[in-house]
């Protein structure tokens, strides 16, 4: 168990719609990301918050937007869903942003778009 | 659960018997590099990880070496088990990546007894 909880596991819903996957980062990390892998794209990061603020944008699509709340925990918000969408989600978290600093990631959230 | 990655070239090895995973990374920029296991539904698991001041690091039945020449990163596992059986990804962080991970495509190891 690495200590990053996400939430749901799975998904399945329609296209157009909208969801909202969270992450609850390990205790004391500070930075947490977010990763999205299918099967023909592999492991892509799509974006980095620390402690509350933005740090670093990957190949995230303009239908998703994160955030990361006081308390640390983040959002992504994944929405207009298409079909190519369906993939699983990873969350990430470290201490600090930055080179060395272990990331560790939790189990995923499956999401099938219909 | 579901796997992703079905069409990842494949390690097949027996089981004792010492695996050699490799990948060629893309950045001469990049000072880190970490080694990724994935077993199926799950996330990826941290194994090892190396800077670029090193050529070699070493953990328990796990050896990474780092070739910066040809840009070239191995995971050496010893003795490997049926429990290592698992999708293995190298990434890489360049300088200055805020920790902005390069996944490599991975590699299904798999063991048989």
């Given at each position: 168990d690495s200590g990053v909880t996400q939430t749901p596991k799975h998904l399945i819903t329609a296209t157009g719609q909208r969801v909202t996957l969270r992450c609850s980062p390990r205790s004391g990390d500070l930075s947490v990301y977010w990763y999205q892998q299918s099967l023909d794209q592999g492991l892509q990061f799509l974006i980095q918050y620390y402690n509350g603020e933005e740090r670093a944008k990957g190949n995230i699509l303009e239908r998703f937007s994160a955030q990361q709340f006081p308390?640390?925990?983040?959002?992504?918000?994944?929405?207009?869903?298409?079909?190519?969408?369906?993939?699983?989600?990873?969350?990430?978290?470290?201490?600090?942003?930055?080179t060395g600093n272990t990331i560790y990631f939790g189990e995923g959230s499956w999401l099938t778009v219909v | 659960g579901e796997s992703v990655g079905l069409h990842l070239p494949t390690l097949s090895v027996q089981?004792?018997?010492?695996?050699?995973?490799?990948?060629?990374?893309?950045?001469?920029?990049?000072?880190?590099?970490?080694?990724?296991?994935?077993?199926?539904?799950?996330?990826?698991?941290?194994?090892?990880?190396?800077?670029?001041?090193?050529?070699?690091?070493?953990?328990?039945?796990?050896?990474?070496?780092?070739?910066?020449?040809?840009?070239?990163?191995?995971?050496?596992?010893?003795?490997?088990?049926?429990?290592?059986?698992?999708?293995?990804?190298?990434?890489?962080?360049?300088?200055?990546?805020?920790?902005?991970?390069?996944?490599?495509?991975?590699?299904?190891?798999?063991?048989?007894?």
């Open positions: 308390d640390l925990h983040s959002e992504l918000n994944l929405s207009s869903l298409e079909l190519g969408d369906s993939a699983l989600y990873f969350c990430a978290s470290s201490v600090v942003a930055g | 089981e004792g018997d010492n695996s050699i995973i490799n990948c060629a990374y893309s950045n001469s920029a990049s000072d880190y590099f970490i080694w990724y296991k994935q077993e199926s539904g799950k996330g990826p698991q941290f194994i090892i990880d190396i800077r670029s001041n090193m050529d070699k690091r070493q953990g328990q039945r796990v050896t990474v070496l780092l070739n910066k020449t040809v840009k070239h990163l191995s995971l050496q596992i010893a003795a490997t088990q049926p429990g290592d059986s698992a999708v293995y990804f190298c990434a890489e962080l360049p300088r200055g990546g805020y920790n902005k991970l390069i996944f490599g495509a991975g590699t299904r190891l798999a063991v048989h007894p």
